[in-house]
């Protein structure tokens, strides 16, 4: 059934959606995977639109597309798996953290910043949490600079308000921890 | 399909428009980071992180005990500057909280950020203020009218603050379980000596029965209740264990005017109630880890009525 990020074959024998990355690429997914996307879920609720339409995901790669699907399929699995019992939630819970330490650890930088801002842009709450996480434990010990490169962002401020906001933040923790 | 070009800049590339990050997105990467990271480091990096470092939803707790650490303790701390940045520092926390901080845990701020933090922060639940020369009643009575909800409170070492204060709090807390009053050992205060000022270490209270008056007469749903190095008499230890007669855990070490008999008789009512007893003999090792204490003046001690069981 986990076909990793291909499409899966149409015979699933139930309604599937076809999603379309910024590139063109088409990827059908069962409905209730697809469901995992509030952006798409939000795309169906509106009134008139057929299932058979290709939904236009223009700011998602494919790469991050694929990626995308093969874990909110995993995770739609996980949570079938769950229901009352406490072991069999527990062992669900388990394995979705697996399932995410696993993906966080494959990625560069660049990986988990693209599928950051898929997460967003789909709109997919626990992916964009896990997510998160993974990137605030890779700037936390950053200097300020790398955390710049890593985001790619330009330093807007002038040499005065740079040590102006030194000085009123930044010695804020100096001498505190002790010698 | 092959994104790896190593494009950064142009539109199409890998490195998609950070600019785009939504706030919320932005938020939930800084909440990762503690609060020194972002002082030290996020803050610093561009002009919308210095805005999202301040966000209202990162700023519910204000913690730094853990910088300080349990054992040692720096008299670059006891200096009039470094309270003034430790003021500094939860003043601008509150602010950023936006009425929404409800925990506060530091060491050596003064009156000043505690006034300010008492008007704005009515949520407040958790308030440890250890080792604050320079709080005094004055903000100490405007907590107990503004900060009601307040559940846990820990004022050790805070010479400035006398029993009235305890009984506004009491009396204007009903949530208030946990009180830790703990006193420097005076005893041994070798360990102190050298960092904390002398004239501080010599206003220690004296009068350990009106504090416990004051608690016995305030708190009468207090469940947690530490009084290390008090001087309080059997008198005041029955007051306490009548007034609080949910009490669950009080801590004695250090009360060296009580004896085993006092204790077992003062807190004869009291069901489940679990008593660190001042242990006679407490070298500063036991308390921490650090140099022993003098052998020579407990031996002292052992011959008098004090340790009578």
């Known amino acids: 059934m986990a076909n990793n990020g291909e499409n899966p074959s149409p015979d699933v024998g139930g309604k599937t959606v076809k999603l379309k990355a910024d590139d063109g690429e088409i990827f059908e997914v069962e409905e209730a995977v697809a469901m995992e996307l509030q952006t798409v879920k939000s795309f169906f609720d509106d009134d008139g639109v057929s299932y058979d339409t290709v939904v236009p995901l223009l700011n998602v790669s494919s790469t991050a597309l694929a990626k995308v699907i093969q874990y909110c399929r995993r995770a739609v699995e996980l949570r079938a798996k769950s229901g009352d019992d406490e072991g069999a939630n527990e062992k669900a819970r388990e394995e979705r953290e697996g399932l995410e330490a696993e993906l966080v650890r494959e990625e560069s930088d660049e990986g988990i910043k693209e599928l950051i801002l898929a997460a967003n842009y789909l709109n997919i709450k626990d992916m964009l949490s896990f997510l998160c996480r993974a990137v605030g434990d890779r700037i936390k010990n950053k200097s300020v600079e790398y955390v710049r490169r890593f985001f790619v962002l330009e330093n807007d401020f002038s040499p005065e308000e740079e040590e102006r906001t030194r000085n009123e933040v930044a010695w804020a923790f100096e001498g505190v921890d002790a010698d | ?309």
């Open chain 2, 1 to 309: 399909m092959d994104n790896n070009e190593g494009e950064e800049e142009s539109d199409s590339g890998p490195g998609p428009d950070w600019a785009e990050l939504t706030q919320e997105c932005l938020t939930n990467v800084l909440s990762r980071l503690t609060l020194e990271h972002r002082w030290r480091g996020a803050m610093l990096v561009c002009k919308p992180w210095l805005q999202a470092c301040m966000d209202a939803s990162l700023h519910s707790a204000f913690d730094i005990e853990p910088h300080f650490g349990s054992a040692f303790e720096s008299s670059r701390w006891w200096t009039p500057e470094f309270e003034r940045k430790i003021d500094s520092m939860l003043q601008s926390i509150v602010v950023w909280s936006d009425g929404f901080l409800s925990e506060i845990r530091t060491r050596h701020c003064s009156d000043r950020s505690l006034l300010f933090a008492a008007e704005r922060c009515p949520n407040l639940q958790v308030l440890s203020i250890k080792n604050c020369p320079n709080v005094t009643d004055r903000s100490m009575a405007k907590i107990a009218s503004r900060c009601t909800n307040l559940r846990e409170l820990d004022v050790s070492y805070c010479y400035e603050i006398s029993h009235e204060s305890l009984v506004l709090i009491g009396k204007n807390c009903p949530n208030l379980r946990v009180l830790k009053r703990n006193l420097m050992n005076w005893l041994d205060p070798s360990e102190h000596v050298g960092v904390v000022p002398n004239e501080y270490l010599n206003a220690c209270p004296q009068d350990g029965d009106s504090e416990a008056a004051s608690i016995g007469s305030s708190m009468p749903y207090l469940e947690q209740l530490e009084i290390q190095f008090s001087k309080l008499s059997v008198r005041g230890l029955t007051l306490i264990c009548e007034g609080c007669p949910n009490l669950k855990y009080l801590d004695l070490s250090g009360c060296m005017t009580l004896t085993s008999r006092d204790i077992a008789n003062a807190s004869l009512g009291l069901k489940d109630l679990e008593i660190k007893k001042p242990n006679f003999y407490i070298p500063s090792t036991v308390f921490h880890m650090e140099r022993y204490g003098h052998w020579s003046l407990y031996d002292e001690r052992f011959q008098t009525d004090v340790f009578r069981i």
